[in-house]
């Protein structure tokens, strides 16, 4: 009976770091509140007072106690509520579209700087080219020989 | 060039215009059934399959095509759900029961382990569904809690009641639906 209890202990004292490691919390209120929205109000939680946002922080706080990981708790909270008690929507299906649109305005943005750029060079080495041609043919050389006379002449 | 940057431009645009379009349709549901009901149009209400607050399976509201059906949208946070609570148990076991009325409870907005202690502490023995993300409430465009519909025979909407319901409303509503 003794080598019973003293084996439970052993087993209890062995045991004891990995149960208390478990039972931390591993996410701050302050850090889910800012990523969770509240269903009624439509803000986030952070900036919510409502009766069901408080229902909610209740929850999370509880959850967090207990040792439930950041995403254990959002995903119990999408169970109930659906996805759009996240903040960040889904990574999936018509939230693509909402995670896509930054790049896309981004390289929207880039590539129409780039044509600009490009068609603004393009008139301005056409306008230059515009002026040579303009030139009378020959015309180069006869003023390259009056300098060159004009030269001679002063010295 | 020009030509990838008119695609990229128009692909920006359609994408912008989708999240404009679908955030439309989002706030339009939400506004035009309960006022649809108000008007007297008797417009069909929204089908939904929701899982059974108690665990024991989902309810679909088609499922009750045939009988005249109460809806009562609540949430345990809700001050006034608690005040409606027992009416709606009294009328359930005095008059729906009885009279052969169906009666659903849609727990929205809600923890579901909330709910169920909500349900115990009023003693709720009428069917009570949880609905489990946010779509059901904006379709029958439900905003402030509690909210009551009683639908005719054909799944149709006859009366609403934003607020509390009084069992005499109930019974006129009831009345008027199984005309």
Redesign the interface.
């Known amino acids: 009976m003794i080598r019973r209890v003293l084996l439970l202990l052993c087993v209890g004292v062995a045991l004891f770091p990995v149960v208390a490691v478990a039972a931390q919390p591993q996410f701050s209120m302050l850090e889910i509140e800012s990523e969770l929205m509240c269903?009624?109000c439509q803000s986030r939680l952070d900036m919510s007072q409502s009766?069901?946002a408080?229902?909610?922080r209740a929850?999370v706080e509880a959850k967090r106690v207990q040792g439930w990981s950041k995403e254990q708790v959002k995903a119990a909270l999408v169970?109930?509520?659906?996805?759009?008690v996240l903040a960040a929507p889904p990574v999936a299906g018509?939230g693509l579209?909402?995670w896509?649109?930054p790049a896309?305005?981004a390289?929207?943005g880039i590539?129409?700087v780039?044509?600009l750029a490009?068609?603004w060079r393009g008139r301005r080495s056409g306008a230059r080219s515009g002026t040579a041609t303009m030139v009378e043919p020959g015309l180069d050389a006869r003023v390259d020989q009056e300098l060159q006379r004009f030269s001679d002449e002063q010295r | 060039?020009?030509r990838?940057?008119i695609i990229?431009?128009a692909?920006?645009l359609l994408?912008?215009g989708?999240?404009v379009v679908?955030a439309v349709m989002r706030t339009s549901g939400a506004q035009s059934f309960p006022a649809a009901v108000a008007s007297g149009a008797l417009p069909v209400a929204p089908a939904f399959v929701l899982p059974q607050l108690d665990g024991s399976g989902s309810l679909a509201l088609t499922s009750l095509r045939g009988s005249v059906v109460v809806v009562n949208f609540w949430?345990?946070?809700?001050?006034p759900c608690k005040d409606e609570a027992p009416i709606l148990q009294d009328f359930w076991v005095t008059d729906a029961q009885p009279q052969g009325v169906a009666f659903v409870g849609v727990d929205t907005?809600?923890?579901?382990?909330?709910a169920r202690a909500f349900a115990k502490a009023y003693g709720l023995t009428f069917p009570l569904v949880?609905d489990?993300?946010?779509?059901v409430a904006r379709a029958w465009g439900v905003g402030a809690l509690p909210e009551t519909f009683v639908l005719d025979r054909q799944g149709r909407a006859v009366r609403w009641f934003p607020g509390v319901v009084s069992a005499a409303d109930l019974r006129a509503a009831i009345a008027e639906a199984s005309k």
């Not at chain 2, 907005?109 to 909330?114: A, C, E, K, M």
Request: some cysteine; hydrophobic content about 55%; charged content about 20%.
């Open positions: 269903p009624t009766p069901a408080d229902r909610i929850f169970a109930d509520f659906g996805p759009s018509f579209v909402a896509l649109m896309l305005v390289i929207g590539a129409l780039v044509g490009l068609a | 060039m020009k990838v940057v990229v431009v692909v920006v994408g912008f989708a999240v679908r949430a345990s946070w809700c001050d907005q809600d923890l579901s382990d909330d949880h489990d993300g946010d779509g």
